[in-house]
């Protein structure tokens, strides 16, 4: 096969990324997240796929903070999270809707937004972030909204309550 | 016209109401939607599926600023708007995320989010807003959020840039 399309020497091409899933996150002030939920699910018929929590760790906690909660509403997805002071990586300034995309390639995703304008802010990290599957990274673009770049969602359920 | 809507002469059941989308809407302030728009393609490879815009009014704006644009993105639908003074009966304060759920009975969903502890705020309204079938009203629930409640899109890419 010839190979007319490799290109060598010029500048390294960004990635072509692809993106697997779009998940509105709500952010809401803890420990409200789990009343959010219930309120979606009175108000819009949402149903619960899954929730993730923060291991216990305050005795003047009534129950855990909310990582994640998984919504299905109108064939869509989205996650509702408490957002408390030193409780998150993905806090953002107050409450607020922040975007996740799931991609296979959160390194190159990142890089691709960053050269398009986005800012990236902090490390991509491990672990278990809303419902994300094991890496998470963060882009602000440049109209103020916050983009989760995320590996694809999984073991959501495992938790759910 | 067809037939007037039967009036209801007592109190109601609360209907069951289904859903047939979700969209955030991502809100800008203007004139920047049509930067954000190409931001979004460059950054995430998202596709725009149609476009709508205010009529020219202002001769000193270069464009004319932008309704709605619907952009596809990761198998989703997500919307950007212009914000400007005076210039949209869906403004929130501020820019924000606002999300938008299509229903055939706008009224009837509505009502039920407004019984689960929702704020309608102002009345259901006739127009070309975001991209929706003609009517919208807004609920706005305990967490903060704005829900505009849609009838379903059509149309959006008649106007398509």
New interface residues.
């Given amino acids: 096969m010839a190979q007319e399309e490799v290109q060598n020497g010029g500048p390294e091409k960004v990635a072509?990324?692809?993106?697997?899933?779009?998940k509105?996150q709500?952010m809401?002030?803890a420990p409200?997240a789990a009343?959010?939920v219930q309120?979606?699910k009175?108000?819009?018929?949402a149903v619960e796929a899954g929730r993730t929590v923060y291991p216990k760790r305050k005795a003047e906690q009534e129950q855990p903070h909310v990582l994640s909660a998984q919504l299905e509403?109108?064939?869509?997805t989205?996650l509702v999270s408490d957002i408390a002071d030193n409780s998150t990586p993905v806090k953002t300034e107050g409450?607020?809707?922040v975007?996740c995309?799931?991609t296979e390639d959160v390194e190159a995703?990142i890089a691709?937004?960053v050269s398009?304008?986005?800012v990236a802010e902090g490390e991509v990290t491990e672990g278990d972030v809303a419902c994300c599957g094991g890496r998470v990274g963060k882009?602000k673009?440049?109209?103020?909204?916050v983009?989760l770049i995320c590996s694809p969602a999984k073991k959501c359920g495992d938790a759910e309550a």
Same sequence: chains 1, 2.
């Fill in positions: 072509e990324v692809s993106f697997t899933a779009l509105p709500l809401v002030e409200k009343d959010a309120f979606y009175s108000a819009f018929g509403l109108a064939g869509s989205i409450t607020g809707c975007l995309l799931e995703a691709k937004a398009a304008g986005g882009v673009d440049p109209y103020g909204y983009w």
